[in-house]
């Protein structure tokens, strides 16, 4: 027997179930879904990726290597050129069994590069492809009888084939004649420029009108500045010499203009915690035939720790109207490793504004412990262009390369890794290199003697820099080459195939090539570049140039990487 109300079962009306539904909701769901498959079949199957992007430009005439397939690039001037991005070609060439201690490298006309060391010059000529085409060992002429001469820097005036060693406190000059099959070195009367017994071991500075400008510790240990000039006939005139600091065991000193220098030095306070790098803007003033140098403003960097190397550069070989002091230095700051600085020159001030700055953090490249490098130097090239190299013992002992410019905004860039050039030492208590470059224009010549006590190679290598790849020639006509920039560009039959999956790369020659990723990664600065091994190069990642779709087919990418 059942008590209660007996439930009752519910209709189901499909009228009322209908007016729920949301129809909105629904519809605009529906919509977004063929929006994006309509979205991704337009990427994947045609506009975006396979779409050719092509674009027309003048060329250099001269260049005939320019064929389709070659890797291009705009030069400053808006011309499409063959030589694109950042390349190092590794070991063109290795002299055996020269030992160049204290190793000085400058760059002459006709393609004639000088390696100065102690005791003795190697002249090298080198081709078009930059392959030794001679050499020649000469002999440097003694102090005295029985005496060598020891070498702290060479340095050549721009234009010319006559450079200066100097060392053994004097400025010996030397003229390099070149003939068709034949090298040789006619040396000058050397000039004393301090009477010392000790190693000076002078930075130096020239201008392409031959003034030029010794810093140096003299005999009461105070930091000197010395200033010549260089006559039409290669002659040597000092022309003042004057102190500049009480002491400083690092220095250096650079023309920023005729008439205008920048001399750098670090110095410690009275309890040696704290240290400072301090830039003098100094000035020559012509009174007939005598100098007097003007010591104005001084810029000051302070709060640091101790600096153990410091170069300054600038661009006054490549512009005559420059403003722009580059420094260089290395700390024992935990923070940073390598620092670089920019310096403005202000004419009607008469002294140096602090600009921007450009480091590379810490990451196992650029060593915080400054007893581990053993050698920095600073290169200014061509387009606002500068390198900075060095040697680090910490690291194996090799060579780092980092490229750099400065922009039109007057922000120093880092243009691409640290490329690490040698190999490791193996034995810091047998083994030492001893490195040194030399520019002209885009590229620089690297040579690195590594001196093992019983053998000594020196090693040749070349890094050129240029702005970087903006597609692949497509054809040329008269006066225009067309140029893809995106879209799939097919190899023609005999020029090799590619590797389905891999990236492609195009080096300063305008070639292909296909490497390993190399270098460090995970740490702030960037230091990953491209390297092939069988080749010997190294080049930037930013010279990426595709992506093989097949052994036919490249996925043209030239969207700019760092």
Known sequence: ??????????????????????????????????????????????????????????????????????????????????KAGSTVYKNEHIFKGKNMLNLQTVYLENGVVVCVFHTGLLLV??????????????????????????????????????FMVIGSAEILPVFVTLLDDDI?????????YYQSPLELKPEVSITPEGRLAL???DNDF??????????????ITLTSSDEVYTFSSVYSVAYLREG??????????????????????????????NVTMRFTNTTLLTGMEEVTFLKVGAWALFDRDNAQLILAYITSDEVDGLVIRDLQYEPSLHRLRLGSRMSNKNGGITDVDTHGVHYLALLMMTDRRFLVYYSSIINNGFTALQLGYLSSTLELVSDGP???????????????????????????MLFECL??????????????????????????????????????????????????????????????????????????????????NEEKMLTAVHNRIGFAISERKLMVQTRQLL
């Open 215 to 217: 810093l140096f510790t």
């Open 451 to 532: 001196y093992k006590r019983i053998t000594v190679d020196t090693s040749f290598s070349v890094l050129d820099v240029y702005n970087r790849p903006i597609g692949l020639v497509k054809s040329v006509d008269k006066d225009y080459a067309t140029i893809i920039t995106q879209g799939v560009y097919s190899v023609e039959n005999g020029k090799g195939s590619l590797v389905p999956g891999r990236y492609y790369y195009g080096n300063s020659r305008g070639d292909f090539i296909q490497g390993e990723w190399a270098g460090q990664r995970g740490v702030d600065s960037y230091f990953v570049y491209i390297e092939n």
């Open 1 to 82: 027997m059942e008590f209660g109300v007996k439930p009752q079962k519910k209709k189901f009306r499909l009228k009322k179930f209908l007016k729920r539904i949301p129809y909105r909701a629904i519809l605009a769901f529906l919509c977004s879904v063929a929006a994006m498959l309509l979205t991704f079949d337009r990427i994947y199957v045609d506009d975006v990726v396979t779409k050719e992007s092509v674009a027309t430009f003048p060329y250099d005439k001269n260049d005939t290597n320019l064929v389709p397939g070659s890797i291009v690039t705009l030069s400053d001037d808006g011309i499409l050129t063959r």
């Open 222 to 235: 105070h930091l000197r500045l010395v200033t010549a000039t260089v006559g039409k006939d290669f002659s």
């Open 184 to 192: 040789q070195a006619v040396f000058g009367d050397p000039v004393t």
């Open 125 to 162: 000529k080198l081709n078009e492809q930059d392959s030794v085409q001679m050499e020649r060992r000469v002999e440097l002429p003694g102090i005295i009888i029985g005496k060598p001469r020891m070498i702290d820097r060479a340095i050549s005036v721009k234009g010319t084939n006559f």
């Open 260 to 289: 205008v220098l920048g001399v750098g030095f670090a110095a410690g306070n009275a309890t040696d915690v704290e240290h400072s790098i301090h830039v003098l803007c100094v000035e020559e003033e012509w009174r007939g035939e």
């Open 418 to 444: 640290q490329f690490i050039v040698s190999r490791g030492i193996t034995d810091i208590r047998k083994e030492y290199y001893y490195i040194s470059a030399a520019e002209h224009g885009h590229r620089v």
